[in-house]
């Protein structure tokens, strides 16, 4: 699936999370779910990125949203990532193949191993998209744009 937008379902998916849980995004149905895609854990432009959701966590939970954080990236990579970062409050989960980046449409082209585009999807109660963050910098704080989504919805 490709070419996602606005209004759109988003497609279903089952992940392993950097804790080692195998999850759903079906299992966040009757919550706001923010999806954030990130290139590579590890990274200067991915840990500013998690660092400051993990920062902004308590504003998106006052909304009863829930934050997902999406790379190509084994989970031990991530759960090392989270841990290094002391980054609690985000569920990282693994996309090894590329396949859930490609479901949503941002999967890297042009790149020998599979990554994902830095693109930010924030899910209605019914898992429906409302907003879709793209070509944004990490240092542009886009946790911030994210968070004011959020905010209109509840």
């Known amino acids: 699936m490709t070419g996602l937008k606005p209004g759109d379902k988003a497609p279903i998916f089952e992940a392993t999370t950097h804790t080692g849980r195998v999850i759903s995004l079906g299992d966040f149905r009757g919550m706001i779910t923010v999806i954030y895609f ?11 990125e998690a660092v400051r959701f993990n920062e902004l966590a308590g504003e998106f939970e006052k909304c009863g949203a829930v934050i997902l954080g999406i790379s190509t990236d084994p989970p ?8 290094k970062l ?4 985000i569920i990282f989960l693994s996309d090894p193949d590329g396949s859930i980046a490609g479901m949503f449409g941002v999967l890297k082209k042009g790149v020998k191993k599979p990554s994902a585009e830095r693109v930010t999807f924030v899910l209605g109660k019914d898992l429906t998209i409302k907003s879709i963050l793209r070509n944004i910098r990490p240092a542009e ?4 744009e994210a968070l004011k989504v ?3 919805m509840c």
């Open 76 to 83: 031990m990579r991530n759960k090392r990532f989270a841990e």
């Open 38 to 48: 990130y290139p590579r854990a590890m990274t200067p432009g991915c840990s500013r």
């Open 150 to 152: 959020v905010r209109e």
């Open 141 to 144: 704080r886009h946790a911030d």
């Open 86 to 89: 002391s980054v609690s409050k």
